[in-house]
């Protein structure tokens, strides 16, 4: 393995969470969860977006930072590799899409101060997925706050993760997930693995599941 720090990404639903917990079980890694629930904005969010995205944002961004830098400076000597449900980078992704033009701007600087004190990911995994199979997987979930989430707000959500792949030199694997069971296909999950044990060129390269 090449790749001492992985980050998992993608939209609401996409499955990230459970494909970290598989990989981490995989290669004995340290596993870095987001603590989303802890957020007591976010159930208020989505019944009055305007009025909560801004402290609900903010709070995101100071539990990721605090979660990242606790972990990733603390040396573990049994488990070399990390792998994380999320990119700290998110933090100025959602704020772009929930927050008005100058409360943005705002954001931007306090997340530029911060920003530069997190390690970032050596290879990071994107997981992508139509809006109609997130909505599935949200229902699935069940988490009561998500089950009004508006299509639009998954499609503006997508594009704008499209967008920050595109235009930033990251080292990215593109991974379908329309059709994936990470769970209950073993191949799905042997794919991905085999795909962590190449090098690869900044940019984004694409892994199809079979």
Do not use: W
């Not at 603590?35 to 909560?52: G, H, I, M, R, V």
């Not at 101060?113 to 997130?134: F, G, N």
């Not at 639009?152 to 329309?178: A, G, M, P, W």
């Not at 994936?180 to 599941?209: C, M, Q, R, S």
């Amino acid at each position: 393995m090449n790749y001492h720090f992985i980050t998992i990404e993608g939209n609401i639903g996409a499955g990230k969470t459970t494909l970290a917990h598989l990989l981490s079980k995989h290669f004995n890694a340290r596993l870095i969860l987001e603590e989303f629930a802890d957020n007591p904005f976010l159930p208020k969010f989505y019944e009055s977006p305007a009025q909560y995205a801004f402290p609900l944002e903010l709070f995101f961004m100071a539990e990721r930072f605090k979660q990242l830098k606790n972990l990733l400076h603390q040396k573990d000597l049994f488990q070399s590799i990390t792998i994380s449900d999320y990119l700290f980078t998110k933090c100025l992704l959602f704020a772009k899409v929930n927050l008005p033009e100058d409360e943005f701007r705002l954001y931007q600087r306090l997340f530029d101060i911060i920003h530069q004190q997190v390690i970032q990911p050596d290879l990071l995994l994107y997981l992508h997925s139509p809006v109609s199979k997130l909505q599935e997987n949200i229902r699935k979930r069940n988490r009561p706050y998500e089950q009004n989430i508006p299509d639009d707000y998954l499609f503006n959500i997508q594009e704008t993760y499209t967008q920050y792949i595109r235009h930033h030199n990251v080292k990215t694997l593109f991974i379908d997930v329309s059709e994936a069971d990470f769970l209950g296909n073993p191949l799905h999950l042997k794919t991905v693995i085999e795909a962590l044990d190449k090098d690869y060129e900044e940019g984004h390269h694409y892994v199809v599941l079979p």
